[in-house]
C-alpha cells in the first residue's frame, strides 16, 4: 500500500540521524498521500538505522492503523490534527535538535536577524503555548497539536510560510510539501537558530530586532513567492 510514501518517509526517518538533528530515538517523520487520505509515520521507539519502509504505520485521518505491524510514533495524535487542519501540509518532522530545542525550552521565539533564517521562514518562528493540566491529562499529543493549530491561526501564519514552531517546554515541529521537505525544513530551523543564538551572544542589545522587512520580502519571495526566481525550473 503507498509503497513509494512508505520509502520517502522511511528515508527521512532515517536521514535524521546522520543529519544531527537526533540522538537515541528523540525524532519522528510522517508524510500523507492526499488523494487517498493516508499517512505513515515511525514506528514508536525503532532505531533510524534499523528501519525499512514495511515498518512504517499507515494511518487514515480518522486515526486508524490501516497497515503496519508496529506501534506508531508516540507523536502520532499531534501529525494528525496537523494534517487534518492544514491541507497544504504534505510532511511533519519532529525533533528535539539542540539549539531549536534551547530556544523552546527558553519560551524564546526565534527572530529572523539575516537573510538566512528569511530564505526558509518568512518572519520569527513562534512559540507555542504550554498546555493545560488538563490537557496534559485528557490527551497530550492531541491537544499539542491543537495548541499548534491556535498558534498559527492566532498569527494569521501559512505553514508552508511558516514551516516551524517551538512548542514551550518542548521542542521543534517542522512542516512541507513533503515527508523530506519537512525534514530539511528541520535542518535550517537548526541552523538559525544556532545562528540566532551567536548573534543575540555577540550582540546582547539586539533583543528581537530584525530584518528589514524589504530584506525579509526579497530573500523568502525570490525562493517561494509566485515570481520566485530561485534554482531551476
Same mark, same amino acid.
Given at each position: 500500500?503507498?509503497?513509494?510514501?512508505?520509502?520517502?518517509v522511511c528515508e527521512a526517518n532515517r536521514a535524521l540521524?546522520?543529519?544531527?538533528?537526533?540522538?537515541?530515538?528523540?525524532?519522528?517523520?510522517?508524510?500523507?498521500?492526499?488523494?487517498?487520505?493516508?499517512?505513515?509515520?515511525?514506528?514508536?521507539?525503532v532505531d533510524y538505522g534499523a528501519l525499512t519502509p514495511?515498518?512504517m504505520v499507515m494511518l487514515d485521518l480518522s486515526g486508524?492503523?490501516?497497515?503496519?505491524?508496529?506501534?506508531?510514533?508516540?507523536?502520532?495524535?499531534?501529525?494528525?490534527? *496537523?494534517?487534518?487542519?492544514?491541507?497544504?501540509?504534505?510532511?511533519?518532522?519532529?525533533?528535539?535538535?539542540?539549539?531549536?530545542?534551547?530556544?523552546?525550552?527558553?519560551?524564546?521565539?526565534?527572530?529572523?536577524?539575516?537573510?538566512?533564517?528569511?530564505?526558509?521562514?518568512?518572519?520569527?518562528?513562534?512559540?507555542?503555548?504550554?498546555?493545560?493540566?488538563?490537557?496534559?491529562?485528557?490527551?497530550?499529543?492531541?491537544?499539542?497539536?491543537?495548541?499548534?493549530?491556535?498558534?498559527?491561526?492566532?498569527? &494569521? *501564519?501559512?505553514? *508552508?510560510?511558516?514551516?516551524?514552531?517551538?512548542?514551550?517546554?518542548?521542542?521543534?515541529?517542522?512542516?512541507?510539501?513533503?515527508?523530506?521537505?519537512?525534514?530539511?525544513?528541520?535542518?535550517?530551523?537548526?541552523?538559525?537558530?544556532?545562528?540566532?543564538?551567536?548573534? *543575540?551572544?555577540?550582540?546582547?542589545?539586539?533583543?528581537?530586532?530584525?530584518?528589514? &522587512?524589504?530584506?525579509?520580502?526579497?530573500?523568502?519571495?525570490?525562493?517561494?513567492?509566485?515570481?520566485?526566481?530561485?534554482?531551476? &525550473?
Amino acid at each position: 500500500m503507498l509503497e513509494e510514501l512508505k520509502t520517502q518517509v522511511c528515508e527521512a526517518n532515517r536521514a535524521l540521524e546522520p543529519s544531527g538533528l537526533v540522538k537515541l530515538t528523540w525524532g519522528n517523520v510522517s508524510g500523507i498521500d492526499r488523494s487517498s487520505g493516508l499517512w505513515c509515520i515511525k514506528p514508536s521507539g525503532v532505531d533510524y538505522g534499523a528501519l525499512t519502509p514495511d515498518d512504517m504505520v499507515m494511518l487514515d485521518l480518522s486515526g486508524k492503523v490501516v497497515e503496519g505491524r508496529l506501534n506508531p510514533s508516540s507523536d502520532t495524535k499531534t501529525h494528525l490534527v *496537523l494534517y487534518r487542519e492544514f491541507p497544504e501540509i504534505g510532511g511533519i518532522t519532529h525533533t528535539h535538535s539542540p539549539y531549536a530545542t534551547m530556544f523552546a525550552q527558553a519560551g524564546h521565539d526565534i527572530p529572523c536577524f539575516g537573510t538566512t533564517h528569511a530564505d526558509h521562514f518568512y518572519g520569527t518562528v513562534p512559540i507555542v503555548r504550554a498546555l493545560t493540566p488538563e490537557e496534559v491529562a485528557k490527551d497530550y499529543e492531541h491537544f499539542t497539536g491543537v495548541a499548534i493549530v491556535e498558534r498559527l491561526r492566532e498569527l &494569521k *501564519l501559512k505553514p *508552508l510560510e511558516m514551516p516551524a514552531v517551538l512548542q514551550l517546554h518542548h521542542a521543534p515541529f517542522t512542516f512541507g510539501k513533503s515527508a523530506m521537505d519537512s525534514l530539511k525544513n528541520s535542518i535550517a530551523l537548526e541552523m538559525c537558530a544556532q545562528m540566532a543564538l551567536g548573534t *543575540l551572544t555577540l550582540n546582547p542589545d539586539l533583543h528581537c530586532e530584525s530584518i528589514p &522587512k524589504h530584506l525579509l520580502d526579497k530573500h523568502h519571495l525570490r525562493k517561494h513567492g509566485p515570481d520566485a526566481y530561485y534554482g531551476q &525550473k
